[in-house]
Structure formats: C-alpha cells, structure tokens
C-alpha cells in the first residue's frame, strides 16, 4: 500500500498504516490504494469534507489537528468507498440518491469497523 504522508510523526504513520491495513483486510480490499494524508486546511474548505475517494481509487484524508480515531473512521469511511467503486456499487455519474446510499453505507461501516478496532486499541482515543 503506497501511503503518502504530510508533517506526520512516525507513531501516527506506524498507528495508520496498522489501522489501514487491518481495514482493508476487514473489508476484503486486495487492490490497495492509493492515501495521500494532508493538513491543508485550505483544501478540507474547497472540498467541504476531511476525506474523499477518487473512482480511479485514490483517497485523500486530512489528518491536522484531529485524534488518530477521528483520521481512523476518515479514512474507513473512504476505503469502505473505495470498495463501493471496486464492485460497482459506486460510479462517477450516480444519482442524488445513490450518493446518498453510498455515503449511509459508509458511515455506517466505518463506525462499526472504527468501535472494533477501538475495543483492540483504546490508545487511538487519546
């Protein structure tokens, strides 16, 4: 898995790159994506969001200022639409609606995988 970091110490790369690899096995990813990981502000305003997944697989993740738990469900909930555009159950030109079923989903998974893997590793919290 190719990780690109941004001003990041070692432990929270070491503690990302555990977590994503422990969700990509969760979530049966095979092919891993790309992660480009930021503490631009200025594109978190642009995009209105902390994360996203490009269909071409890669993912961006804002990781300033926030808790290895609060990067960690970020993160799941991009790889978990990762897989959604692997399978087919995401594309560039969906409907409102399916968008809108995309992102339930993934933050629906994302809390449940991001709660397990809290019950392993209550040190994400702090």
Not at 14 to 39: G, H, M, V
């Amino acid at each position: 898995m190719l990780i690109r970091e941004v001003d990041q110490s070692l432990d929270k790369r070491a503690q990302l790159q555990k977590f994503c690899d422990w969700a990509c096995d969760r979530l049966n990813i095979k092919n891993t994506p790309e992660i480009r990981y930021s503490n631009d502000i200025d594109e978190v305003e642009s995009k209105r969001t902390y994360g996203s997944t490009h269909p071409d697989g890669q993912i961006w993740v804002h990781v300033g200022n926030r808790t290895p738990a609060d990067i960690m469900r970020t993160l799941c909930h991009e790889l978990v639409h990762y897989k959604q555009f692997d399978v087919g159950l995401a594309t560039e030109k969906m409907s409102d609606e399916q968008r809108q079923s995309i992102e339930d989903v993934a933050n629906a998974v994302a809390g449940r995988l991001l709660r397990d893997y809290g019950k392993m590793h209550a040190e994400i919290y702090s």
